[in-house]
Nanobody
């Protein structure tokens, strides 16, 4: 069984930085895309950033030039470095991985449970 566990969230002042991590554990055969999404109160879940297995990245316009996504394929882990944080960045951040858990299983999407990021003075 695959589990994704996020860490690194917390309370930070405007202008500050946080680094989120998400590690996949359990049965992991191959991981394609990895990504971060967020959901704030009263809003739909939205894409923050994605990264392909080869390292190609994509960002939401609202976080470009402030956030950086990266991955360590050997550790089945994806990171999100968040700089110049704003109150509007406050949300629960979820990681998602598109993976094949075993050699014979189909490709599927897996989500973490989320980590809270609060930007406030």
């Amino acid at each position: 069984q695959v589990q994704l566990v996020e860490s690194g969230g917390g309370l930070v002042q405007p202008g500050g930085s946080l680094r989120l991590s998400c590690a996949a554990s359990g049965s992991v055969f191959a991981i394609n895309d990895m990504g971060w999404y967020r959901q704030s109160v009263g809003k739909e879940r939205e894409l923050v950033a994605t990264i392909t297995r080869r390292g190609a990245t994509n960002y939401a316009d609202s976080v470009k030039d402030r956030f950086a996504i990266s991955r360590d394929n050997a550790k089945n882990t994806v990171y999100l470095q968040m700089n110049s944080l704003k109150p509007d960045d406050t949300a629960v951040y979820y990681c998602k991985m598109v993976m094949v858990p075993t050699q014979t299983a189909p490709l599927n999407h897996y989500w973490g449970r989320g980590t809270q990021v609060t930007v406030s003075s």
